[in-house]
């Protein structure tokens, strides 16, 4: 079936810190992929998405790549800050979408320490 | 802004009771939502798809008597959590795709359910 695999965490980092989280996923058809990310006591927001292979999403300095060969989509951020501490989930949606049916990784806990 | 609100943003019930959980869509029109369930330091799990006008589609292992879905209107989803128990006690958070060619998936601010 499909699913999504995150590195994990929690994952603690100096500011200014170079940030890799790894995301693989398992799944039939071509996947969308998506990174979201959930601020303390929030909902999720979007961070960011890719549609097709070799596609790079981006949005607030951070960015992961759709690779099909490696079956993977790693979020990358080269400086970090205290504010982009959260958990972030990696995702995928199959096929034509599904409408908006989201499977979720298990969510990484990104702490920024000043 | 919010383009899908949830209300409640948080609850506390007694155990046996019921409680009702809106999501709404603000800006578009969606005649699917979907509904998740969360544990604590755990991922989102998808609990039902939620289909304006017909019954919802739930996941396997999700008690559809327990977790009552009506889509009543293209812009309304309601979880309806009967005769809840402690164990029930999570965070509940809603999506809907806003369609057209970007397709977005909007999430709700999500709702933290107390079964005390």
């Known amino acids: 079936g499909n699913s999504v695999t995150q590195m994990e965490g929690p994952v603690t980092l100096s500011e200014e810190a170079f940030l890799t989280i790894n995301c693989t996923y398992t799944?039939?058809?071509?996947?969308?992929l998506f990174w979201y990310v959930q601020y303390p006591g929030e909902g999720l927001q979007l961070l960011l998405k890719?549609?097709?292979?070799?596609d790079k999403g981006s949005n607030k300095g951070f960015e992961a790549t759709y690779r099909k060969e490696t079956t993977s989509f790693h979020l990358e951020k080269g400086s970090v800050q205290v504010s982009d501490s959260a958990v972030y989930f990696c995702?995928?949606?199959?096929?034509?979408?599904?409408?908006?049916?989201?499977?979720f990784g298990q969510g990484t806990e990104l702490s920024v320490k000043p | 802004g919010a383009v899908v609100s949830q209300h409640p943003s948080r609850v506390i019930c007694k155990s046996g009771t019921s409680v009702k959980i809106e999501c709404r869509s603000l800006?578009?029109?969606?005649?699917?939502m979907f509904w998740y369930r969360q544990f604590p330091k755990q991922s989102l799990m998808l609990m039902a798809t939620?289909?304006?006008?017909?019954?919802?589609?739930?996941e396997q292992g999700v008690e559809k008597d327990k977790f009552l879905i009506n889509h009543a209107s293209l812009t309304l989803s309601t979880l309806t959590v009967t005769s809840a128990h402690p164990e029930d006690s999570s965070f509940y958070i809603c999506?809907?795709?806003?369609?057209?060619?970007?397709?977005?998936?909007?999430f709700g601010e999500g709702s933290w359910l107390t079964v005390v």
């Open positions: 995702a995928l949606s199959t096929g034509n979408n599904q409408g908006g049916k989201l499977i």
């Open positions: 800006d578009f029109q969606a005649t699917t």
């Open positions: 799944a039939t058809g071509y996947p969308s």
């Open positions: 999506s809907a795709p806003s369609g057209g060619s970007g397709n977005t998936i909007y």
């Open positions: 939620s289909n304006e006008g017909s019954k919802a589609t739930y």
């Open positions: 890719a549609t097709k292979a070799d």
